[in-house]
């Protein structure tokens, strides 16, 4: 049990739509990323919080995702106006800063399909 | 794009034998990390090795790292049908505004028929 959590697990939505995705990092924990996997893909980064401040954007991250930790602890991710290109898996992973030793831990993940 | 290619993309063993997997990566990097990921669910955090170390250990895994030639190597040993999962190896280059963002390569999933 890595103590991250993710909700929902599975999310089945109809294109077009819009769906939040919420993370429970580990409590202890200021950074927190959130990837993307496709199927028999490995996870590809997409965004990451340090505290509240998000410090990076991936280019995957269209202006259609929108990414959210106000209080530097959970955080949310929004996609609207889903595409079918959207299903994959949602990842959140966080971990304590400190230098060249970011062990990242992860949640079981919220599985977006858009049909 | 992905950094690190993992090989073999597929490995099927019997139980009890050894599993040794390649990832090769491009970039300079700060650490290495593998993960083991089973079916539909999320990733486990096996193990971290800094780019001045060459060799970690951490039960019955082993991970080697060779800078120079821009690889490391996860090996199982004594498998167990448990151990059937996808392992992933994911490179770090920390930055002040990524953090330690990694970039993972599309894996080796390994089947361990008892």
């Known amino acids: 049990d890595t103590g991250v959590s993710q909700n929902p697990r599975h999310k089945i939505t109809k294109r077009g739509q819009n769906v939040t995705f919420r993370c429970d990092p580990i409590s202890e924990h200021n950074r927190l990323y959130w990837y993307r996997q496709t199927l028999g893909q490995g996870p590809e980064f997409l965004t990451y919080f340090q505290n509240e401040a998000q410090l990076e954007k991936s280019r995957l991250l269209s202006d259609r995702f929108s990414a959210e930790r106000p209080k530097g602890s959970f955080s949310t991710l929004e996609i609207q106006r889903t595409e079918q290109g959207d299903s994959a898996m949602y990842l959140c992973?966080?971990?304590?800063?400190?230098?060249?030793?970011?062990?990242?831990?992860f949640g079981p993940g919220t599985r977006l399909t858009v049909l | 794009s992905q950094q690190g290619e993992e090989d073999p993309q597929a490995l099927s063993i019997q139980e009890g034998e050894n599993a040794t997997m390649n990832c090769s990566y491009k970039?300079?990097?700060?650490?290495l990390q593998w993960y083991r990921q089973n079916s539909g669910r999320g990733l486990v955090h096996l193990i971290l090795i800094r780019s001045n170390e060459r060799e970690k250990h951490s039960g019955r895994l082993r991970v080697t790292l060779d800078t120079s030639k821009k690889s490391s190597s996860l090996l199982i040993t004594a498998s167990r049908a448990a151990d059937t999962a996808s392992y992933f190896c994911a490179t770090g280059v920390p930055t002040k505004a990524a953090g330690n963002k990694l970039t993972f390569g599309g894996g080796t999933r390994v089947l361990v028929k008892p």
């Open positions: 970039t300079s990097i700060n650490n």
């Open positions: 992973a966080s971990s304590k800063a400190a230098l060249n030793t970011d062990t990242q831990y």
